[in-house]
C-alpha cells in the first residue's frame, strides 16, 4: 500500500491500509487514519492528524508551518476529519500560536488550488470550488459553498448553508442560509436552492425570506432588525440562528 519511493518519517502513525502513492514525503508526528488515500507527490508535514478514508490527491500540501509573519516556530496542529476530498495543489496550514489549530470537519470537498491558512476552522459537508481560499481565523460552518476563487478576509465567519458566487470577496460575517456574490460582497437572497436540497419545507424558507427581508429590505439597523426578528422566531426555530449569528459577529455582517 506505500510506494517504495515515498519516504515517511519513522515517527509518523499511519493505519495498515492507507495507500501513499509514488514520491510522496510524510513528516514526523503525521497521524494518518483508516482507509485514507494519498496519491503521488503529495507533502503532508508534522504536526497533523488524519482522519479516516480521506482521499488526497498529488502535490497536495498539508501541515506546513503558517505564512503569518508572527509565527515563531511553535508547535502548531492541522487536524482533518474523516472522508474528505482534496484536489490537486491544495495547501492547508498548521495553526500559530494565538489558536494552535486549523481545523477540518468531515465530508468536504475541497477542489483545486484551495488556500486554508491558519487557525481556520471548517465544518462539515462544505464545498470550495477551485481557487477558494480562507485567510487566517476564518470560520466556515456546515453546509456551505465557496464557488471559484472566492476569498474569504482574516476572522470572518460564514454561516452555515450560505453560498459565494464565483469571485467574492467576503470582508464581513455571512450570515447563514444568505448568498453573497461581488466585490466586496453583497447580499444576494437566500440560498434556496441548496436549502431545498437539504429538505428544508417551503413554509420555514417562507419565513426565513421574512426575515431576510427584515435584515436587508426595510432600512432598520441591526437592533431594530433583531427587535422584529425576534417576535417571527415563534413561527420559525432557524430565525433565533439568525438573531444569535448577528449578535455574536465581531467583524459585523455582509449588507
Known amino acids: 500500500m506505500i510506494h517504495p519511493t515515498a519516504i515517511i518519517d519513522p515517527t509518523a502513525r499511519i493505519a495498515p491500509d492507507v495507500h501513499v502513492g509514488a514520491f510522496t514525503i510524510i513528516g514526523p508526528e503525521v497521524e494518518i487514519g483508516e482507509g485514507t488515500w494519498i496519491g503521488p507527490h503529495a507533502v503532508i508535514s508534522g504536526f497533523t492528524k488524519i482522519g479516516k478514508q480521506n482521499k488526497i490527491f498529488q502535490f497536495a500540501s498539508l501541515g506546513e508551518v503558517t505564512q503569518d509573519k508572527k509565527y ?10 474523516d472522508r474528505n476530498v ?7 496550514n498548521r495553526g500559530t500560536a494565538q489558536d494552535s489549530m486549523t ?13 486554508i491558512a491558519h487557525d481556520c476552522i471548517v465544518g462539515n459537508q462544505t464545498i470550495f470550488a477551485n481557487n477558494a481560499s480562507l485567510a487566517g481565523h476564518v470560520i ?18 460564514v454561516g452555515s448553508h450560505s453560498f459565494a458566487s464565483m469571485g467574492s470577496m467576503i470582508d464581513k460575517d455571512v450570515l447563514p442560509f444568505v448568498k453573497v456574490s461581488g466585490y466586496y460582497a453583497k447580499p444576494f437572497g437566500l440560498n434556496t436552492v441548496g436549502m431545498k436540497r437539504r429538505g428544508f419545507t417551503v413554509e420555514t424558507l417562507l ?6 427581508k427584515v435584515i436587508y429590505r426595510k ?21 433565533q440562528y439568525f ?11 455582509v449588507r
Open 72 to 81: 515563531r516556530g511553535e508547535k502548531t496542529f492541522l487536524v482533518i476529519g
Open 86 to 92: 482534496i484536489r490537486e495543489f491544495c495547501t492547508f
Open 103 to 115: 481545523c477540518i470537519g468531515n465530508d468536504n470537498l475541497f477542489m483545486a488550488y484551495v488556500h
Open 140 to 157: 466556515v460552518e456546515d453546509y456551505v459553498i465557496l464557488s471559484g476563487f472566492a476569498g474569504v478576509f482574516q476572522a470572518c465567519r
Open 207 to 212: 419565513w426565513l425570506r421574512r426575515a431576510y
Open 219 to 239: 432600512g432598520l439597523t441591526v437592533n431594530e432588525a433583531i427587535k422584529q426578528l425576534q417576535n417571527m422566531v415563534s413561527e420559525c426555530s432557524d430565525i
Open 243 to 253: 438573531i444569535d449569528f448577528i449578535q455574536k459577529s465581531e467583524r459585523g455582517i
